[in-house]
């Protein structure tokens, strides 16, 4: 939870005003990323699932494999 909320304050999109279009980009595309591990991890059905199959096997793990390419 604390390495959300510090990584949460430097990536948050109005923290990246002074940066330019490609670090916003790149912050915008982590942050979606750890919003999604928290929604997973915060869910106890999903975190189950996770815990079980592990990040390789994960449906959610490989959308954002084919998303981020």
Sequence with gaps: KSTYSRLALILHPDRQMAKTETQKRKAATRMCDINRAKEILLDVERRRA?????AVYSHEFQE???SSK
């Design 64 to 66: 954002w494999k084919k």
């Design 50 to 54: 996770f815990d079980e199959a592990g």
